[in-house]
């Protein structure tokens, strides 16, 4: 066994002397990546090279790419076979590798990544499997069970990782990722990383690791004592009108916004210049020069607000930075100790932000753990507030008005003119001063309108920053005995059409990923987003009808699973006219689902003899089986585990509810909220079966 313990690299090398192959480079040149972490550095060239290896790495410290990268370059993705198996203790950590495999692979033709844990439904897992994919990453009780039942073919496995193996150890599945490794064919590589070695983990290294390369890496990771750290928990507004309220209600000098990639630096910039901020972006695809001016305009006062990413913002020493926002977590913890270093110098005290989403709690956690302080969470300023801080700035305009003397000439002209409008239209001085503020605001309302269900206040346990981040991955999450729905519905839908976007069962995407996606990035409300049906390789998703070319060129950059939407709308697609619709409802695991999803009546395909299963003929919750009051049909007994359900219908000649027909939305702008005219409440239509998986 040989060992390698570094605290810092004695030199930085880049991704391209590690030897990785083009397309992978060019995924991670995309991601904004140019040199590669420490542990990144150590372990890429020992797994290039065939060897076993064990890594002792704290979370966010970058490992997930020390291994996906080298493993990556010796798959065959013209061969459909399960080529690497990856272990996670949790379904957060699964698919959040599985999702870091999908981006670093993305300019790798025919290559499949699939996500498999416990709570999934073996359905889709099935079909991913027989497809061909030719890396799994799941946790250890879900591998066993498709092993066991020969779903999962291990015989052409070349690469087995073992990630945050204490932390299996830890969640009692040290049995259970022992009995995979015996059955894992003898040639694999071996990759195993923990944060700690306790002695179980060092017994798995001594019997399956074969003359293992051993490297450990102490990262530093201290933050000064002059930077107070908070976060914020996504959700109730998107992200961006999140920032725009924080940007309004706190003083500031400089402030950094740190994003993930080369474009938002362009689409945030230019929002933040939409809501009067004085904003630039910098990243890598700037010219050099205009990066210069850029970082001097923000030196001298110029400029207050700058939208980054992690390469470009480095070396960047400006001492006039009091906050830095992390609008996008970074991917580990060392980005973001290197982030808020850029706040809080020579003696002055500074703020860092960060946005967390409720999947990222794991890096949130990791980010305390490294840098061994408790990052305290901020409540979002509320529309009270930033009407309020509106109204005081919009007061301190009108006195820097009067207070410059320079000013009392042209005063004096535009009174004289007010007065003799005034005497002509018989109008209160009141009424003429509103009229010139609505004209100074160009059309845009002064002050926002109150939240229509502001967010409820959710209990953090003092222990831990998210409730619930660490959950066992092979059980079902536990459900309230009541749940309530975070959301009402209460209209008409509007008329809408179907689009397609290119992402689908393949990437692990579920509907309440592009309902996110399609809310947070195109400002749309999410209860104007319709049906989705999620297919292996795309979906289809119901948007209002009239959508801007403006914010469909905007989702067709947004990435979700790693993979661009591609958003295009489909050919033919008739729009329906405003009909009842439930409402669409955050169920306690965090995915996304409709309580009466619409049915799709084609027809079955050519040859197919099997009974179409209507609305009557499908079991409901509470039903009890029925024989018609008898033990027996036909004279013979009723064969076993075959069952009648008698559906409940209502009664003929219900009254049919009059209803209004729903108002088709308007597109006031580009990054405004898509709404309704006078929505109005609708009984609850009957259930129905689930949408068909048919096009």
């Known amino acids: 066994m040989t060992t390698e313990t570094t605290a810092e690299p004695t030199f930085e090398p880049t991704f391209a002397d590690l030897n990785l192959p083009a397309p992978l480079l060019a995924a991670v040149s995309e991601l904004g990546y140019e040199t590669p972490s420490p542990i990144q550095a150590r372990i890429i060239p020992h ?3 065939g060897s076993d290896v064990l890594g002792q790495a704290q979370t966010g410290t970058g490992k997930t790419a020390a291994f996906a990268l080298p493993l990556l370059a010796h798959i065959d993705t013209s061969r459909p076979q399960v080529q690497v198996l990856v272990l996670a203790p949790t379904r957060e950590l699964a698919q959040q590798v599985a999702e870091a495999f999908t981006r670093y692979g993305a300019h790798l033709p025919g290559l499949r990544v699939l996500a498999v844990y ?4 073996f359905g889709e897992q099935l079909k991913a499997l027989r497809r061909g994919t030719q890396v799994v990453v799941g946790t250890p009780g879900r591998i066993m069970d498709h092993m066991r039942r020969s779903t999962l073919d291990l015989s052409g496995l070349s690469a087995l990782v073992l990630d945050e193996a204490d932390e299996m150890l830890r969640m ?16 694999r590589q071996l990759a195993l990383f923990s944060a700690t070695m306790p002695a179980p983990i060092k017994r798995i290294a001594q019997k399956h ?7 450990s890496i102490k ?17 109730g507004v998107t992200k961006r009108e999140a920032l725009a309220r924080i940007l309004e209600t706190t003083p500031h000098e400089g402030v950094l916004v740190f994003v993930r990639t080369k474009i938002e630096t362009q689409q945030i910039a230019d929002y933040l210049c939409a809501q009067g901020h004085a904003a630039a972006p910098l990243s890598g695809d700037i010219a050099q020069a205009q990066r210069e001016q850029t970082v001097n305009r923000l030196k001298s006062g110029q400029l207050d607000l700058v939208v980054a990413t992690d390469v470009a913002a480095r070396g960047l020493d400006v001492e006039r930075i009091s906050h830095v926002i992390n609008y996008d977590i970074p991917y580990d913890t060392e980005a973001y100790v290197h982030r808020i270093g850029r706040t809080g110098r020579a003696g002055r005290s500074g703020e860092a932000i960060l946005f967390v989403a409720p999947r990222e709690a794991r890096m949130l956690q990791a980010i305390e753990r490294a840098t061994r302080q408790r990052i305290e969470e901020m409540p979002l300023p509320g529309v009270d507030a930033v009407n309020a801080r509106r109204i005081e700035r919009f007061r301190a305009r009108l006195d820097a008005v009067f207070a410059d003397t320079d000013n009392a000439e042209s005063l004096a002209l535009y009174q004289r003119v007010l007065e003799e409008y005034q005497e002509q239209n018989s109008l209160a001085p009141q009424a003429i001063g509103a009229a010139l503020t609505l004209l100074l605001h160009g059309g845009e309302p002064l002050l926002l309108k109150p939240d229509r269900e502001p967010p409820r206040p959710r209990k953090i346990r003092p222990d831990e920053p998210f409730s619930g981040s660490e959950q066992d991955s092979d059980r ?16 008409a839908e509007p008329d809408l059409e179907s689009y397609r976007v290119e992402v689908g069962h393949a990437l692990g995407v579920k509907a309440g990923n592009l309902v996110g996606a399609i809310a947070n990035e195109a400002s749309i409300d999410s209860k104007f987003i319709g049906r989705i049906k999620i297919h292996d390789d795309y979906s289809t998703v119901d948007l209002p009808v009239g959508m801007p070319k403006e914010i469909l060129e905007l989702l067709k950059r947004v990435r979700v699973g790693g993979q661009p939407l591609n958003i295009s709308r489909l050919a033919g697609t008739a729009t ?36 179409v299963a209507r609305p009557s003929d499908r079991p409901k919750a509470g039903d009890k089986p029925k024989f018609d009051g008898k033990a027996k049909f036909d004279g013979k007994p009723r064969p076993a585990g075959k069952t009648a359900f008698a559906s409940k219908t209502k009664a003929a000649g219900t009254a049919k509810s009059k209803t209004k027909a729903a108002a088709t939305p308007k597109f006031a702008s580009t990054t405004g909220k ?20 048919d096009n």
């Not at 259970?176 to 040639?187: A, C, F, G, H, Q």
């Open 47 to 49: 797994l290039l090279a």
């Open 118 to 121: 416990g709570g999934q439904g």
């Open 172 to 187: 009692g599945f040290i049995d259970d990722v022992e009995w995979i490794l015996s059955e894992s064919p003898p040639t």
């Open 209 to 215: 690791l074969k003359d293992p390369q051993e490297v």
């Open 219 to 235: 990262v530093r990771t201290t933050t000064a004592e002059t930077i107070r750290q908070r976060y914020w928990r996504v959700g």
């Open 476 to 491: 079902r999450p536990s459900r309230s005995r009541n749940p309530e729905p975070s959301a009402q519905w209460t209209g």
């Open 576 to 611: 329906r006219n405003s009909s009842p619709r439930a409402p669409r409802e955050v169920a306690t695991d965090g995915t996304t689902r409709t309580f009466r999803p619409k049915v799709d009546t084609a027809p079955p395909p050519p040859g197919d003899t099997r009974p």
């Open 674 to 693: 898509i709404g309704l005219a006078a929505p109005r409440k609708r009984k609850p239509e009957s259930d129905g079966p689930p949408p068909s998986d």
